[in-house]
């Protein structure tokens, strides 16, 4: 018959502590890098963030209004125009299109 190993699994009943233990105390912004794990999925800051009601994908809305992404076809032009211009001409083009009809 075979020997039983031994259980070598770390037990944190036993109160021993690693005294070479040299692991860097947690920062403020070793917490707010860390990843969450909700309902079985891990979760990073990159691809989520706490909303009121748990774990939402995605960036959160600015200024409380979530904006919606939808499909468009817009001409080469127009869209070379507007990046033209660098970073942010999502944006730009989206405050052309509220002057475009009035907001």
């Known amino acids: ?4 190993k031994p259980n070598t ?6 109160g021993w502590l690693d ?3 040299d692991a860097p105390e947690w920062t403020d912004e070793m917490f707010d890098m860390a990843a969450f794990i909700v309902g079985g999925k ?6 989520g963030y706490l909303g009121p009601n748990g774990m939402v994908r995605g960036r ?3 200024r ?4 919606q992404q939808v ?4 001409d080469p032009d127009v869209i070379a125009k507007f990046r033209e211009d660098g970073p942010g001409w999502q944006a730009r083009m989206n405050e052309a299109l509220r002057k475009a ?3």
């Open 1 to 4: 018959m075979s020997e039983n």
């Open 9 to 14: 699994e770390p037990n944190s009943d036993d």
């Open 19 to 21: 005294p070479a233990d």
């Open 42 to 47: 891990v979760i990073r800051p990159a691809t």
């Open 60 to 62: 959160p809305p600015v």
């Open 64 to 67: 409380g209004v979530a904006k």
């Open 71 to 74: 499909t468009l076809r817009i």
């Open 101 to 103: 009809v009035g907001l």
